[in-house]
């Protein structure tokens, strides 16, 4: 799992977990000083928010469980998969896009990140080049060829490389 989602998300779990054992049982008391229980605004609005926070950190973990066991070695070099780069022709839109397909944490189709679990990711997983799909989307049929692919792999071999050419560059002088 890449590790800025696992922090993201450790980050979130860690502030549910203060305001649940902190503030709220703070202001349940609080709450609670102020008399009649039956019609108190303040106490039901931290009660709600408790079950709120609750069912919040119980997804979270859910989450953190379910990207713990991804394992990377098991994503295909030779066909879309979590992480890959794909240059698709969408020829009800006739232009060339790009994506990238991310966890649902990481989506954001302005940046063309979209998520393994959305229309297009799940129709785009296991292409490869050559490959034409059919996405049903909310805004109607769109057919997609896939045009160029980068997966994973290829991405962190370009990242290395690119690595290893800036270290190099730094040390020549």
Same mark, same amino acid.
């Given at each position: %799992?890449?590790?800025?989602?696992?922090?993201k998300? #450790?980050?979130?779990i860690?502030?549910?977990?203060?305001?649940?054992?902190? !503030?709220?049982p703070?202001?349940?008391?609080?709450?609670? #000083?102020? +008399?009649?229980?039956?019609?108190? #605004?303040?106490? /039901? %609005?931290?009660?709600?928010?408790?079950?709120?926070?609750?069912?919040?950190?119980?997804?979270?973990?859910?989450? %953190? +469980?379910?990207?713990? %066991?991804?394992?990377?070695?098991?994503?295909?070099?030779?066909?879309? +998969?979590?992480?890959?780069?794909?240059? @698709?022709?969408d020829?009800?839109?006739?232009?060339?896009?790009?994506?990238?397909?991310?966890?649902?944490? !990481?989506?954001?189709?302005?940046?063309?990140?979209i998520?393994t679990?959305?229309?297009i990711?799940?129709?785009l997983?296991?292409?490869? @080049?050559?490959?034409?799909?059919?996405?049903?989307?909310?805004?109607?049929?769109?057919?997609?060829?896939?045009?160029?692919? *980068?997966?994973?792999?290829?991405? #962190?071999?370009?990242? *290395?490389?690119? /690595?290893?050419?800036?270290?190099?560059?730094?040390?020549?002088?």
């Open positions: %799992m890449p590790e800025h989602i696992k922090a998300l #450790a980050e979130e860690k502030a549910l977990e203060y305001e649940l054992t902190t !503030e709220l703070a202001e349940i008391k609080k709450a609670v #000083a102020l +008399g009649d229980l039956s019609e108190n #605004a303040e106490y /039901h %609005m931290a009660k709600q928010r408790q079950v709120f926070v609750n069912a919040r950190l119980g997804q979270l973990k859910k989450r %953190m +469980g379910e990207l713990a %066991m991804v394992n990377l070695a098991n994503i295909p070099h030779d066909k879309t +998969g979590f992480g890959s780069r794909i240059t @698709v022709f020829s009800t839109k006739d232009e060339e896009i790009v994506y990238q397909l991310v966890t649902s944490e !990481e989506s954001d189709v302005s940046k063309g990140l998520s679990t959305s229309p990711g799940r129709a997983l296991n292409k490869e @080049v050559g490959d034409t799909v059919t996405v049903v989307t909310p805004n109607g049929k769109r057919e997609l060829e896939v045009l160029k692919l *980068a997966t994973i792999h290829d991405i #962190a071999l370009e990242l *290395a490389a690119v /690595h290893e050419t800036a270290a190099a560059g730094t040390t020549k002088e």
